[in-house]
């Protein structure tokens, strides 16, 4: 490499510490929580509906709507577990 040219990408650029160490590991961590709290959401409000309304059937005409909710909610949820559950490899 030329003197004169400067490097792109260096250790000490914030590219490199936002690609390993403390920084990501809390994101991932962070990220995972969040997805953990987004399944808990979609299993309290399921219970919590069932337990006002006294009904566990979502595909009644009269409780359809909380189906909407809930589902994604458990859906993304579980996707996000399974993603972020594991350390990425290196």
Not at 33 to 45: C, H, S, T
Not at 56 to 62: I, K, Q, S, V
Not at 67 to 82: E, K, N, Q, R, S
């Amino acid at each position: 490499m030329n003197t004169h040219e400067k490097a792109i990408y260096t250790t000490n650029s914030l590219g490199a510490m936002m690609a390993e160490g403390e920084g990501s590991e809390f994101q991932r961590k962070a990220t995972l929580g969040f997805f953990v709290a987004l399944l808990a959401a979609g299993i309290l409000i399921y219970w919590g509906w069932g337990l006002m309304y006294g009904t566990w059937y979502p595909f009644d005409r009269d409780a359809i709507a909380i189906y909407t909710i809930y589902t994604p909610l458990i859906a993304f949820g579980v996707i996000g577990i399974l993603l972020f559950r594991k350390k990425p490899s290196r």
